[in-house]
Nanobody, 120 residues
């Protein structure tokens, strides 16, 4: 079994910062294309940022220049640094990855989500 567990969400004022973490555990051989998605109330889940390769990242346009995605391969942890938060960033943030487990099986994994609330 492979699990992703997010942490770091909370309530923050507009203009503030938060850092989300996502720890992967279980029978992991390799984590591919780790990323963050978010789902605002009444809306669909959408991509926020993802790591495509060691030198390539992808951000949705609304967070470019404000959010930074990074990973710590040694500890199987993914981060999302969020600066200059806006009211419209309020959402549940989910960690996602395509994992190759130790048996060679490809598994798509989602975390349970962490709530980020931005207040005025």
């Amino acid at each position: 079994q492979v699990q992703l567990v997010e942490s770091g969400g909370g309530l923050v004022q507009a203009g503030g910062s938060l850092r989300l973490s996502c720890a992967a555990s279980g029978n992991i051989f390799r984590v591919n294309v780790p990323g963050w998605y978010r789902q605002a109330p009444g809306k669909q889940r959408v991509l926020v940022a993802r790591i495509i390769s060691s030198d390539s990242t992808d951000y949705t346009s609304s967070v470019k220049g404000r959010f930074t995605i990074s990973r710590d391969n040694a500890n199987n942890t993914l981060y999302l640094q969020m600066n200059n938060l806006k009211l419209e960033d309020t959402a549940v943030y989910y960690c996602h990855a395509l994992v190759v487990d130790t048996t060679g099986r490809n598994v798509e994994v989602w975390g349970q989500g962490t709530l980020v609330t931005v207040s005025s």
